[in-house]
């Protein structure tokens, strides 16, 4: 990246002080030499989804995790997420690492996508969440919302 730390034209290795030498014609970071001057191949409509269109808004998300949280059939245990983390219990929400982190009752060093479909398989006695499904980011959302909630009332 010529635009990084060592940019010859950042303040802290201009050598000239008042004078710029990398002024717009010759600025390796300005828009005319910029690679992503023009066209950023980050942004734009032949990007490849990863699914189908799922939700319009985090809220719809958070609402559709909430819904599932609760859930009893998700599993064949009859138990739901709601069964062992109410009121925010055995979820060590005061720690403050986020994910990914080591969890003793997994043995490993998790994501909460993996945190996620660990209970689904083991308490619950039910199916993973397929990657990048509706169900699995709805479920993220979800908890990531009721830590948030949880850190700003402890």
Avoid at 24 to 44: E, I, L, T, V
Wanted: aromatic share 8%.
């Amino acid at each position: 990246n010529p635009c990084g730390a060592n940019n010859p034209c950042g303040a802290s290795m201009n050598p000239c002080g008042g004078m710029n030498p990398c002024g717009a014609n010759n600025n390796p970071c300005g828009a005319a030499m910029n690679p992503c001057g023009g066209s950023n191949p980050c942004s734009g409509s032949e990007n490849t989804p990863i699914r189908s269109h799922a939700f319009n808004s985090t809220d719809e998300a958070i609402s559709l995790g909430k819904k599932l949280w609760a859930d009893e059939s998700l599993g064949t245990s009859e138990v739901a997420c709601l069964s062992c983390h109410a009121d925010y219990e055995l979820l060590n929400l005061d720690k403050k690492e986020g994910f990914p982190h080591y969890v003793k009752m997994v043995g490993d060093v998790v994501t909460l996508d993996q945190m996620i479909n660990y209970c689904m398989i083991n308490p619950m006695k039910g199916k993973a969440f397929k990657k990048n499904s509706k169900e699995q980011t709805a479920m993220a959302a979800y908890y990531q919302a009721y830590r948030a909630e949880y850190l700003r009332t402890h």
